[in-house]
């Protein structure tokens, strides 16, 4: 009996391996990054380039920027407190566009950023465009022109093909998400 196990553990090690090689040479991208440091189920990627890009092959997205440190959240037996200065809460539309990641009945908390310099590509960002002023929009950085307060910000939709047709002042950002509570 422990001996089939064994076998049989071998042969899944062996298959894992197989696999991992086979998917380094379909998607030559993945060894650019520098480090993976895994959480569970949740991975984070560093990647060594300076603009962040993946290969179109790999569909790994931008991550936002980390802005709870872990020793601002205090786990208790019958609590959890995320010492955040001036989170909001928010929940969303029903739209599709940013599933799975935010759905209708997701609960989030946003933060208003201070400064342009404080968003970067990845970060969800709530956002009135000109177009429609009474329209908040949610949707994900994907690329960001000019420098300072000159700043431009591009989002798309993560279930949308096309990036949102305008570019987005820091003025109009409401606010960035910081957590996702499903």
């Known amino acids: 009996m422990k001996l089939a196990l064994i076998v049989m553990l071998g042969l899944i090690f ?3 391996g197989l696999i991992g090689l086979l998917l380094s040479e379909r ?4 060894p650019q990054f ?7 189920p949740i991975t984070h990627f560093e990647s060594d380039s300076a603009s962040n890009k993946i290969e179109q092959s790999v569909s790994l997205r931008a991550l936002p920027k980390d802005r ?3 020793k601002n959240i205090k786990v208790f037996p019958d609590k959890i407190v995320l010492e955040i200065p001036h989170a909001e809460w928010a929940t969303f539309a029903d739209t ?3 599933e799975p990641v935010l759905f209708q009945g997701a609960n989030a908390l946003q933060i208003k950023p201070s400064s342009p310099d404080e968003i970067q590509v990845g ?3 709530s956002y009135k465009p000109d177009l429609f002023n009474d329209i908040t929009l949610i949707h ?7 420098t300072g307060e000159n700043k431009l910000f591009y989002a798309q939709g993560d279930t949308n093909s096309l990036q949102d047709p305008y570019s ?7 606010r960035v998400v910081i957590a996702i509570v499903y």
């Open 123 to 125: 970060d969800i960002i």
């Open 140 to 146: 994900r950085v994907v690329k960001i022109e000019g």
């Open 68 to 70: 709870v440190e872990e």
């Open 34 to 40: 520098q480090s993976a440091v895994s959480f569970g």
């Open 96 to 98: 599709g566009s940013m």
């Open 14 to 16: 062996l298959a894992g």
């Open 168 to 174: 987005i002042s820091f003025g109009q950002i409401e």
């Open 27 to 30: 998607f030559p991208a993945i």
